[in-house]
């Protein structure tokens, strides 16, 4: 089920380049609120992974431009190569997150938004796990999660096929709590503030935002 959903995804950020760098830019998110939290927990010129960096904006490009060091992946090779002509000071990594490997406590922060509920479920705390060793011990990770507890979502996305998996917000935050993370604020927002047109990909969709922090060495 894994490859046949990931490959989906794939697929689908591959064919939908241009329709989604445009709505990258005309869509109202939190993600900039959240990636300046981010910054100002952080010290100075920190490295920091993006996971899921699209065409490279808004967040990779932001983070270049406050000064931070990037590393940026993305499934799709297209949009990767995308984010190369927007963000050439970053360093970029096509390919599936979950293969991803880094050294133990390479970042000092860590951002994904609207990139781990494409993952089956049944792969999330790994996942999770993974970025919580790549921190640095007091490394925080801001990233967005679905709501909803389904284990497989197919639906539409620009035109192509997509699928999506979750669990709820308890759920969710035990799991987080769980691998060891310190959660410092969980906000669940409608998309768009409930004021998306019926036509919007996002219309009536719920994600929770997330701060968390790993804890320090003892």
């Not at 979750?166 to 906000?187: C, H, K, P």
Request: net charge negative; aromatic share 10%.
């Amino acid at each position: 089920m894994s490859d046949t959903a990931e490959g989906i995804v794939e697929y689908a950020y591959n064919n939908i380049t241009e329709w989604y760098l445009q709505w990258v830019e005309s869509q109202k998110s939190p993600r900039e609120k959240y990636t300046k939290v981010l910054l100002d927990k952080l010290q100075p010129s920190p490295s920091i992974l993006e996971l899921g960096c699209g065409p490279g904006i808004p967040i990779a490009k932001m983070l270049l431009d406050e000064g931070a060091q990037v590393v940026a992946n993305d499934i799709s090779a297209k949009q990767i190569e995308m984010a190369k002509a927007r963000c050439p000071g970053a360093k970029l990594v096509a390919g599936n997150m979950t293969t991803l490997t880094f050294e133990p406590a390479s970042f000092h922060g860590v951002i994904s938004f609207y990139t781990l509920f494409h993952l089956p479920r049944s792969k999330l705390k790994a996942m999770l796990t993974k970025i919580h060793g790549w921190l640095k011990p007091g490394g925080v990770f801001v990233f967005n999660l679905a709501t909803i507890d389904e284990e497989e979502i197919h639906g539409e996305f620009l035109g192509y096929g997509m699928f999506w998996s979750s669990y709820g917000v308890d759920e969710n935050r035990a799991m987080l709590t769980e691998i060891g993370f310190d959660v410092l604020q969980v906000e669940v927002l409608h998309a768009g503030d409930g004021k998306l047109e019926e036509g919007d990909p996002d219309f009536d969709a719920e994600f929770m935002w997330v701060v968390a922090r790993k804890k320090d060495s003892l």
